[in-house]
């Protein structure tokens, strides 16, 4: 099986390392880079490649439905999962709007969850 590479984008410092363990507690999955903004993202995509990206709701400057957008209309683009701690009702919304695979609230988010969300999104 490939390893599922993995872009990680919050402003928060404590929730990119949660981010990073899930990723790194999540079997066939590895962190390849973080990013701190909705612009920052779109840059990091376009020179990892990153097969999935982890994206915060809310981001200085450009938030993460933007940079979601932005990042489904390359050419190649990655699986998108969006996260933050708007309930889940809010989700299905956030995902309409930007074209996201999938929304998880960051208290719900785990390797379990990574992992459910990736094959869905993928399979």
């Known amino acids: 099986?490939?390893?599922?590479?993995?872009?990680?984008?919050?402003?928060?410092?404590?929730?990119?390392?949660?981010?990073?363990?899930?990723v790194q507690e999540t079997v066939?999955?590895?962190?390849?880079?973080?990013?701190?903004?909705g612009e920052e993202s779109i840059l990091s995509v376009?020179?990892?490649?990153?097969?999935?990206?982890?994206m915060d709701v809310n981001l200085p400057g450009m938030d993460?439905?933007?940079?979601?957008?932005?990042?489904?209309?390359?050419q190649t683009p990655p699986v998108v999962l969006l996260l933050s701690?708007?309930?889940?009702?809010?989700?299905?919304d956030f995902v309409a709007e930007s074209g996201a695979a999938?929304?998880?609230?960051?208290?719900a988010f785990g390797p379990d969850r990574l992992l459910e969300e990736w094959t869905a999104a993928s399979g």
Do not use: H, I
């Open 1 to 22: 099986m490939a390893v599922v590479r993995v872009l990680l984008v919050d402003d928060q410092a404590p929730f990119l390392r949660a981010m990073t363990f899930v």
């Open 28 to 37: 066939g999955f590895e962190v390849v880079g973080e990013a701190s903004s």
């Open 46 to 54: 376009a020179e990892l490649l990153p097969d999935l990206v982890l």
């Open 64 to 74: 993460g439905l933007e940079a979601t957008r932005q990042l489904r209309r390359r």
């Open 85 to 92: 701690t708007y309930d889940e009702d809010a989700g299905a």
């Open 102 to 107: 999938a929304y998880v609230t960051k208290s």
